[in-house]
């Protein structure tokens, strides 16, 4: 049976690869995107496949809205993609708080607004997949981008959480950790760097000079990672964690064996706080 599609940031990068290729297997999709004019070609290539909305993901009543525009063009969504979002890079001393909110508000309370909004229809429905788009910077961390890793590690807590909660009724939910990835998200995260507070040039003006020379160079390609979203909505069971990427892969092993090092070295003082101890 033919799936229905939601994508959120469906204009362009990923949202656009993941969207086109559900739809060029053959399913029905609803693309969504702040940016109207990145939606505009799917209706005159697709046809009644497809709709578009535009939407901003921290718009609950928006949201609402399409889900329901979504529903009663094509009577369910079978699959939600949540993968609005972008990056920012500085000191976090040196991110305005607007800016630090407005991060979490799209990254990761618009994870929660679209699935709020899908679960009823999966529950009744008793099927559904929710793939929430997040990173290797979900896994771990650099210096510069505490908004980011603060969204990206909420959504994988959300996702692990919420895939036990809707498991027992049909519904999987898997975050998927890309690492590095061919689209634009680094050049357009690099746009607003400040001039650092000389302090953060050890640190943060370090991982700078690496991430700026890893732009248009990066590891994954946003095609092959589409193809594996898709894999993953027609497989029989999900994992709540996906990291793709070989490179990625070896940096999330190398930092899970630093957090267990750690860990060892101060068991002593971890096992102390007992009761007994």
Not at 25 to 41: I, N
Not at 80 to 86: Q, R, S, T
Not at 132 to 147: E, P, Y
Not at 155 to 160: A, D, K, N, P, R
Request: charged letters at 20%; hydrophobic letters at 45%; glycine letters at 10%.
């Amino acid at each position: 049976m033919k799936k229905v599609w939601l994508v959120t940031g469906a204009a362009g990068g990923l949202g656009r690869c993941i969207t086109e290729a559900a739809l060029a297997q053959g399913d029905y999709a609803v693309a969504t995107d702040r940016d109207e004019s990145g939606l505009t070609d799917y209706v005159t290539r697709f046809g009644a496949s497809v709709r578009t909305a535009v939407l901003d993901v921290r718009d609950e009543p928006g949201v609402r809205r399409v889900m329901q525009s979504a529903h009663d063009a094509f009577g369910r969504i079978d699959v939600l993609v949540n993968n609005a979002g972008y990056g920012e890079f500085a000191p976090f001393e040196q991110v305005p708080s607007d800016a630090f909110k407005a991060m979490i508000d799209v990254c990761f309370l618009g994870v929660v607004n679209l699935t709020r909004a899908a679960l009823p229809g999966m529950r009744q429905q008793r099927s559904g997949t929710i793939i929430n788009i997040s990173s290797l910077g979900g896994r771990l961390a650099t210096a510069g981008s505490a908004s980011y890793h603060a969204a990206k590690w909420a959504v994988g807590g959300f996702t692990e959480s919420l895939a036990q909660e809707v498991a027992p009724f049909g519904v999987r939910v898997c975050a998927v950790e890309p690492g590095s990835m061919r689209t634009n998200w680094g050049k357009n995260a690099g746009k607003a760097i400040p001039t650092l507070i000389p302090e953060y040039e050890e640190s943060v003006g370090k991982v700078q000079t690496i991430l700026s020379s890893l732009w248009g160079h990066e590891k994954n390609d946003p095609k092959k990672v589409a193809a594996a979203v898709l894999e993953l909505a027609n497989a029989p069971s999900v994992p709540m964690h996906l990291i793709l990427g070989k490179s990625a892969l070896e940096m999330a092993a190398k930092a899970e064996a630093a957090r267990q090092a750690d860990a060892e070295m101060w068991r002593a003082l971890s096992e102390s706080t007992d009761v007994d101890s």
